[in-house]
């Protein structure tokens, strides 16, 4: 692992999800930019120190160094976002495969880059856009790809918080101030932390491509250089609109991920703060709302089911799909075996770069006040 | 009642809204554009055949001719939009007040010359947003006019149906016929019939013009010739923003209208199909449920409540405050006394033509694909 | 009206249940037991002076002596309840139909005369538990009846309220008052006042009557004689089983009414805080919502509703059922012609004596501690 | 770990649970009745060989012949539930702490016996009454023990399901058969196996004794000897009431165990199926809805919680929380520490014998058709 250090949320997210299904164990790391609060993370978590390291590089030159028997099998890249991209080069160019958190880069060119050092190392590349690993996510996926709703006409993704509604970042939040910092985060704020994983939502449920996307930004609360709220209108390729709304201002809202996908013949909605329900609507039948772990949802929900119905599943049990998902087609890899396509099923570089792409579009359609063309999405 | 013949929908809400509380009592009427259909249901109501005029220019001039003591205290229009101006121009000019469906007219032109008309008479004119007379929309306006929320800085107001997912005008359905028709509704289906709704819920609420706005507008069923899906961003007077949503096919929602507002201290959520909760989220302190009929709301929610918490109330009720806010207004008026100002929270002309301006705004938004300027919105 | 004077809560929802539909006028009533009360509230109302009668006894005689063509078509009682059995008994006998606020009598005696009156008279007598004129309660009842829950193996039905977890009655507050008082209410409170609506909606739905029933009642605020809690365990007729609770001391609780039944092929959940909706549980399909308006649901349901789905109905729609219910089976009966079955369906004499039995058992069995047979029950 | 073999459900459960902190490594397992089974899923699990035992009475002797520091330092039992005491009794005798599944045992003579045991030993015994780990269900104790209810008056405990509505367990279903057969599960079905944790939620919260119970049991699907429906009044020491339910042919239902308490002050309400919120209702102020993760809950609510508000925690992490806190307090022992209090809050073999007296207590109640006094309930 290379972040994830003392006060760091999304380290421990992600070692719990990869403890979960026993697929990894934790074996090192170089936690933080300082080498001593790295070993003093590595105690922490019990490692043995001569696999804690002191910088990223180091532990990149080192594992590879130990061979493929004893190396790490996968690093997990857990800092913030500005690091994302050098990070991941030089695991993967040290043939080690690489699972990080999103989005992947913080310009598009920087994604477009990663993505070619993923094609040219051929290793496995899993992005964190967590949301995709609840099952009830998958089941709606599973709707829309097997024709129930018919042509899809109206998406509506959105993601409400209401964190950054105070000055958090001048309060020595650490999470508040590198978000809000454009060296290290972006230069996005809502839309590149959330709005981000809205459009991955959207997109990983309807399959739909973005012909066009016109947006306006704003920072809401006085002195930020980063919008902390976000509208955007959407086009997709076929002809049906979006609306996609992300913000970090919205008072009181915890983690309100939202999707609704109207079609022809059925809606459905889900929240991420009741994910383990989908709802569906119909014009002409009463609504439905499925359930995780029944046993009448698809196969790709209940291969991302651990319980049955009405005991919960949350956001960690989400997040460790992913992880056994990329833990297993990686050891396919290493065994040389074919991977069960319903463990493939995470987002990877293509992801990453088509959020890079839908970031850079939201950004220039603020700026220009019109439409931005979004061809080359995919 | 103009208007409210056979196999009409809203007719007889306003019927039921009139009767609720004993202000009104029904006793004249053209209610078809056919004579013999207005004789119809004027049977059907058990009215006197020599108050059911055959057309509605006849009935005003018959109903003025009666004298004060005798004629109508005020007309109910419930007409296809239209006939909104030409009727409620007659009776203004026949010196009876008017309560007017929605939208006032079908262009700003004949909004803004109503206008004078209204102002010129001085009567009452009360325009049926009936979703303003919710106890807890009325809560919440009290909510941010005392302050609570601090600064307002997010608005969302959408309003999804999906009632017109499939053709539904070509099966002969009256309403949607009507409504999709731009004779007789206007030059817009969605953002007339609903999304003015949903413009008129966040006005009200929360006080805030609107200064520019940019939409996009779709036909999502093929062969319509007026929207039936629109996104539209807003930025206020002062610098908030907002998120505007009307759709006729998000397929198997009934009437999701939903206002959220958040401010600097506070945000708040109320949806039009669970009426009777406002939900109050903060920075620093539990979630908090009003629910109407507690004693610790504002007096005008209180004002507007006729059941203790827990006995539902419903559309018609609300509905019903429009019409008993203006019968008591229009009472005072013709005893020359003061109404209570708690009465006085109808919506009414100058609601009308800000609609109106909003409608027009929107469609030219779209139009040339560019924000659109509302300095004039007040 | 007798009863129904000033600061009384459900005369008020009588007259607005009574006038929602057109079907009945009120224009005679004796409405407070001091003279000059009733002669005030006659006044408020705009009732002419002549039918504002000082006693109920004087109301009864002087509108029977008015004839058949003037006098009043039917009467509402909705006075305390110690009232109901005499005054009911006096317009039966004067050939006044009646419309009668719930429970029947404050004795299981008196209720069995009161049935032996309304059988002899032929006369129409609607007693107002009036949560079964919701339409998604007539909907259960339909799919009860119509098998699709198979045999019934266990109902819930409880209704917790808070308003009576402090000594309300000691603060003059009117209503609770009453309601404390055994002389007037019946020597239950729990029970009688909001238990028996429990025990009426699971009969309604169900159809089931009750084999014995065990009853655990405590007066949880000190001071109090009668109980404002009540636990109880009922054994019906073919082996289904059911808990019953009513509480006046749930504190912040409101309005609490709901329904489950579990059969065979389904389970079913009804609650009136949200009327509108009813939930279908299935052992092997997924759980579906039924909204109130929907073109798929019972003619029962349907006949009940006066708006689209998404526009809600509330309490005063549902008593609006009741009344219009009676007002056409009285109406019919004057005309002499045949009533729509569907309008017959509305609760009795029948129901309000089963009712009474009901209070009677459960009193019996806290009191001796033991499970007390109903064989009688029907 | 004992039990838990292929197939089995609370088995994976226990795992997951002590995975996902760390704070245990699975080692050795007996983990089934057939050795070829236990050895199967030994492989299955990745163990060494030589700690994979055929049978737990092997394991036992073979983990304590290895001495302190190379065995294991606690064990799961994860058996079916006639297993449980003699499984523990051994290990405990060997000088190992235990992790029981519940019940603790199938008899109260043998919950008592092993009390005795664990006292006498002095080791940790932890019961996985796992819902007691869920952090609302800790912030509701909090409220209650800090007396923000003032004295409570009324409990409803319920435990609906409706997974054995049909007869599950004639079809080979492993999970159903053993449940139904009471040599391996116990005299009692639904109380034992869900009632059980509605009694244990009950009075974890509330701190509240019981003085007496009655109980109606039925067996609703035919040929089950016993009962898989419960109703259950309950007189708490102090007065206030209680209504407890418990039924596995609620057609359509879950897992839907759920609390409410009511006091004089205040009421609360917490649903598993939506853990991460807690509802407070209060006779003079508006309802709140507490959130997990939030700052301003107690110590012992954020000491159970891993992820920040609107980040849905489950069933997983509650369990999680039995393990983490009965794994640091077992760590603690054998380091000689003091053990955080926060992390002694965990079920223990008196909260297991309370359970055997109470369900042996509902069992006498239904027998003989009286209340049953449960005096030495503690």
Chains 1, 2, 3, 4 share one sequence.
Not at 108 to 119: K, M
């Amino acid at each position: 692992m290379v972040g994830g250090g003392p006060g760091a949320f999304i380290g421990g997210v992600h070692r719990m999800a990869a403890a979960l299904d026993g697929e990894f164990e934790l074996v090192a790391g170089a936690f933080a930019s300082r080498p001593d609060r790295s070993r003093e993370q590595g105690r922490a978590l019990g490692l043995d120190a001569r696999r804690v390291y002191g910088t990223w590089r180091e532990m990149a030159e080192a594992e590879a160094a130990l061979g493929e028997d004893r190396r790490i099998e996968a690093v997990s890249i857990v800092t913030p976002n500005h690091l994302h991209h050098p990070v991941a080069t030089a695991f993967l160019n040290a043939g080690i495969p690489v699972i990080c958190d999103k989005p992947m880069t913080t310009t598009l060119a920087d994604a477009e880059e990663l993505c070619d050092t993923v094609e040219r190392t051929g290793l496995t590349f899993a992005l964190t856009h967590n949301y995709t690993g609840y099952p009830m996510v998958r089941e709606a996926r599973h709707q829309v790809h097997t024709g129930r709703l018919g042509t899809v006409r109206k998406v509506v993704a959105e993601y409400p918080q209401g964190w950054l509604s105070t000055r958090l970042e001048e309060t020595g939040h650490k999470q508040a101030r590198w978000r809000q910092d454009p060296e290290r985060a972006g230069w996005s704020s809502a839309v590149g932390d959330i709005g981000s994983h809205a459009h991955n939502l959207a997109h990983y449920v309807t399959g739909l491509e973005i012909d066009a996307v016109f947006a306006d930004l704003s920072a809401q609360v006085a002195g930020r250089v980063m919008e902390d709220d976000a509208g955007m209108l959407v086009r997709f390729a076929g002809g049906a609109r979006g609306v996609f709304m992300a913000s970090q201002v919205s008072t009181g809202e915890e983690n309100g991920l939202a999707l609704r996908v109207y079609g022809e013949k059925m809606g459905l909605v889900w929240r991420q703060e009741r994910p383990d329900e989908l709802h569906l609507l119909f014009p002409d039948a009463p609504r439905q709302t499925l359930t995780r772990g029944s046993p009448w949802l698809s196969a790709a929900a209940q291969h991302a089911t651990r319980l049955p119905p009405g005991h919960p599943e949350g956001f960690i049990e989400a997040f460790a799909n992913i992880y056994r998902g990329a833990g297993r087609v990686i050891g396919a890899a290493l065994a040389g075996t074919e991977a069960d396509p319903l463990d493939r099923d995470f987002p990877d570089h293509a992801d990453g770069a088509r959020g890079m792409h839908f970031i850079e579009s939201v950004l220039k359609s603020d700026a220009r006040e019109r439409w931005v063309a979004m061809e080359g999405d995919a």
